[in-house]
Structure formats: structure tokens, C-alpha cells
């Protein structure tokens, strides 16, 4: 199964989560001083915020899948499209540990296939860019992850 993944950035997390705890009829299933996300079944969706010193908005969308093959055959598809990738690889983000690669649409708006493999007690890890493709912005992660403009 798969997953859409939508992460928002936000100035005031304690607002932002009470307003969606009240939009979803739910707690967050992942509360942090800095991020939240919700696992929601209906609708299915990986939806979750975090605390940017930037300008509020949409961070990025994503697809989360549930095994290997789902990823590998997404992974595939990424590399069939032109457009800036960054391949991340084995990470750990969002206080997760994830296998995940980005792309950016014509419009520049950040894409990540990814699978997750168990929660970290961090949010994140350094990324070392691969050669020949496009670096992760200065967090990677869910601070604006991919293609750089």
C-alpha cells in the first residue's frame, strides 16, 4: 500500500497541531517540540508540520511506501522522468530512519519516495551528496529536501 505524504512548514507548532488535531478528529501519532505527524487511514495520508523559520506553506509532497518493491518500482519511475533527483539513500529524517530518493516538478515543488524502517530519536542526519546528482538543501530533510533551483 501506498501513502501520500504531505508536510507543511509552520511558525507556531502548538497552534498548527491544535488546529489539525480539531481538522482530523486526532492526535498526532509522532508529537515533538519541533514537528508532528499524523498517520491517518482516512484519508490516507502521512500528513505532518514543522517548525521552519521560513515563510509558512507546503515543504514538500511525498508518497510513502509499505515494502521494498512498492519503493523500488517508485524509485524506477524517477529515473524515467527528467527533472533534478537526488538519490538520499539510507537516512535518518523526521525522527525516522527511511530509504528515500527526491525529485522536483516543473514547478520546483520538492517530491520524496521513500519507505520507512523504524522511528529514531533524532530528527535528522547529514547528508553526503552522491556524485553527479543534484545536493539535498542545507537540511535535506523535511526542511525544503530536494532540488535546489
Known sequence: MKRLHINVKVQDLDASVAFYESLFASKPTVLKSDYAKWMLDDPLVNFSINLSGEE?????????TDTEQERN???TRLDQIEGKQFKE????????????SWIADPQGVSWEIFQTHGASAVS???VEPVENEVPAASASCCEDACCPN
Do not use: R
Open 73 to 75: 518500482d517508485l524509485f
Open 124 to 126: 535528522k542526519a547529514s
Open 56 to 64: 509558512g506553506g507546503i515543504g514538500h509532497l511525498g508518497i510513502q
Open 89 to 100: 539513500g539510507e537516512t535518518i529524517c523526521c525522527y525516522a530512519h527511511s530509504t528515500k
